[in-house]
Nanobody, 127 residues
């Protein structure tokens, strides 16, 4: 059984930092791109960033403020968030995308491309 479990959300002040963690089990971790998405009330789910076999990639809205890393031994992916803004307030989701044969350089950014999802963790940034 595949499990994707996020943690680390909470309430922070604007300008503050927060680190989210995503623990994965039931898959061969190295075969997957790990992505972060977020969804604010009445908004579409949007891509935040991801990391596969190469450097992490990010949405323009978070580039320079957020950093994604992965621990392939412990099967954990992190989202380090700095200089948080009220508009970053959302439920943050961790997801896994299986790399297909001959496509190890893919950088998926659409929710439909990810097979496994966590339950989400709330991040609230106060002004």
């Amino acid at each position: 059984q595949v499990q994707v479990v996020e943690s680390g959300g909470g309430l922070v002040q604007a300008g503050g930092s927060l680190r989210l963690s995503c623990v994965v089990s039931g898959i061969t971790f190295g075969w997957y791109v790990m992505g972060w998405f977020r969804q604010a009330p009445e908004k579409e789910r949007e891509f935040v960033g991801g990391v596969g076999w190469s450097d992490a990639y990010y949405a323009d809205s978070v580039k320079g403020r957020f950093t994604i890393s992965r621990d392939d031994v412990e099967k954990i992916v992190y989202l380090q968030m700095a200089n948080l803004r009220p508009e970053d307030t959302a439920v943050y989701y961790c997801a896994a995308h299986r790399l297909r044969f001959g496509a190890t350089d893919r950088r998926p950014m659409a929710p439909e491309e990810y097979e496994y999802w966590g339950q989400g963790t709330q991040v609230t940034v106060s002004s």
